[in-house]
């Protein structure tokens, strides 16, 4: 976590301490309000800890793998770009457009996290990619 200059402490397997990172360009040891809630929401008996899935029609949620989550998240992406990937436009230019997919990104994320999320979808050809700005 040390993109959002903080200092994260673990003792055995347990997060017992966050403090802000002296030494970070940015925030230079303070620490912004999701560091500052960092304790409570790895501590939360509500926060999730796997992935989940609902079958279509289903009001139950299902616990699956990360494997089973990242290959349906995989192959639901490749299956819509080859179907609705765009090369040429009608002027027969190059434009590597993927307009059926878009990515909302994370307002809490870092500028860093922000510019790699960016370029990911942007190599994929997600022309609709909102990454919100931090304040």
């Not at 802000?20 to 620490?31: I, K, Q």
């Not at 029609?57 to 349906?72: N, T, V």
């Not at 002027?91 to 909302?104: D, E, F, K, Y």
Request: proline share 4%; glycine share 8%.
């Amino acid at each position: 976590m040390y993109s959002l200059g903080d200092g994260a402490l673990n003792a055995k397997s347990s997060l017992f301490h966050v403090e802000g990172d002296p030494d970070h360009p940015v925030s230079r040891g303070a620490l912004c309000p999701k560091g500052a809630g960092l304790l409570d929401y790895v501590h939360s008996e509500g926060r999730l800890r796997y992935p989940e899935y609902r079958a279509p029609g289903s009001d139950k949620w299902q616990r699956i793998s990360w494997e089973d989550a990242f290959d349906r998240i995989t192959r639901l992406m490749k299956e819509d770009r080859d179907a609705n990937f765009i090369e040429r436009n009608a002027a027969g230019t190059t434009v590597n457009r993927w307009t059926t997919t878009g990515m909302l990104c994370a307002s809490a994320a870092s500028n860093e996290t922000g510019m790699l999320t960016q370029k990911f979808a942007r190599s994929l050809g997600m022309v609709a990619v909102d990454n919100q700005a931090r304040v």
